[in-house]
């Protein structure tokens, strides 16, 4: 293998000439307190941290920065933390999805715009791991991504209890008056009770497992549970390893292939994945030059088993605690070694392949052989008909099998506020059989394509016991929620798609062993009602929102600026001069 001199490094650009410039950028390192033999000759790495005090998920990351900055030293490298756009699930409103695209963006430029030769980069709450990769894959350095990790499993009263999955369910319960206050509140302290992400198979685990079957972390990473010390260790390794993929010039489209993708895609149809998957997983094969269509994903979820027996999708309630101590995802691929190409190369310098090796099932409860799945298909469905002919997702092993074929009257809502006020409603006029459906809720509507697509049942319905319904929105729903929900439905209702011309009482159908979902209204019907459309007002009138709903692409397309996507065109080279 080809070694790179330090002349040839990007940082050597800005710290070895000797001419003003280059004195500039040397005596600027000096005030900072370092020596020049501390920059000089080195590689230097940033460590691009998404921490802030309102990111609970990464509230570890401060400690975590002093280990990979422990590891770079190690291996005789220099590591400055760059902090990067911190976007929590929690507390950013409207949604964090309005906010992914810019932080790709500053992870981008941070990196163009710097003397970083290659790159840590620190994420794991959902959208961060996609933000982070589009920006890193754009930038082209070398880089290694390094998962927050799952908290621990939740506890009330004896009883394991899963963030988000339990926090949907129990409030169900206490609308329907079963919960007392005081249980309410004991929830409420016991669902997320350390450091990390969720601890069920949402979003944030999805996300960071998508990233270790792309070949973007260490093996084995993707699983530790944030506080672990293991997670630690870990964190040094990266730092190691950077440095050395630094001199071995790994760049990221050295590891992002076809193949990794389509590795990832399909690990991520084994594990229950999150909904959102679908979105992330295609914004980030556009930004590598990659075609991945939804056509693609639903061909992996046809022929995937889903082994992976946790939370939300799984039956016995196990949680990624149970998942790590199972063997994690290095023993989930090695179980479906077979549907992989182990051949691609990964950040580790060893193939997938020699990474999985010696890789065990220590609990076949947890991780399923593929002879006996949780769900004999992948986690998540395509659907296409009048209602979606760009495409809707669906999870089916997370909702009750007796929707998969159903149809029903439309009980339709043009906002969130609207639809929050009729569920609560307990006179409300339903049955079981209604279709609940949220408009104006997609990547413009919403605006930012919120996770409003776990509608809630009717206060009506669960006073008579019913816990599950068909719902359809062109919103998202959170990587931990389940039952009968259709989302991403594209074209959005906000530029004319059809869910804008649906009206209540008009009668949908869902056909999932078929994939269709259409609304049983005639054409002729459809085309008066389109010419009587007329399209709402922009959601923001300046600033950020402006550009995000000028250039975002439908979800189909994953939902990135039209003008990052690698088909835009190349980045704008380094300048010459510094």
Known sequence: MTQKQYEDLRSARWFAPDDLRGFGHRSRMMQLGYAEEDFMGRPLIGVLSTWSELNTCHSHFPERVKDVKRGVLQAGGLAVEMPALSVDESYTKPTSMLYRNLLAMETEEIIRSHPLDGVVLMGGCDKTTPGLVMGALSAGVPMIYLPAGPMLRGN????????GSDAWKYWDERRAGTISDAEWSGIQ????RSAGTCMTMGTAATMMAIAEAMGLTLPGASSIPAVDSEHQRMSARCGRRIVEMVWEDVTPDKIVTGAAMRNAATVAMATGCSTNAVVHLIAMARRAGIDLSLDDLDALGRTTPLVANVRPSGASGYLMEDFYYAGGLRALMKQMEALLDTSVVTVSGQSLGETLEGARVYNEDVIRPLSNPVYKEGSLAILRGNLCPDGAVIKPAACDPRFHVHQGPALVFDSYPEMKAAVEDEELDITPDHVLVLRNAGPQGGPGFPEWG?????????????????????????????GACILHVAPESHIGGPLALLKTGDR??????????????????????????????????????????????????????????????PAVGEPDIF
Not at 189 to 192: C, L, R, T, V
Not at 458 to 475: E, F, N, T
Request: proline share 7%; net charge positive; charged share 30%.
């Open 156 to 163: 009330y009263a004896g009883k394991p209890l899963g963030s």
């Open 189 to 192: 302290g016991g669902i997320a």
């Open 454 to 482: 776990m509608l809630p049942i009717p206060k009506a319905l669960i006073k008579r016991g019913h816990r599950d319904m068909l719902r359809i929105s062109d919103a998202r729903m959170s990587g931990t929620s389940y």
């Open 508 to 569: 949908v159908r869902l056909d999932l062993p078929n994939r269709r979902l259409d609304m049983l209204v005639d054409e002729e019907e459809l085309a008066r009602r389109r010419a009587a459309w007329t399209p709402p007002e922009p959601r923001f009138q300046r600033g950020y929102g402006h550009l995000f709903t000028g250039h975002v692409t439908q979800a189909d397309k994953g939902c990135d600026f039209d003008f990052l996507e690698t088909a835009f065109g």
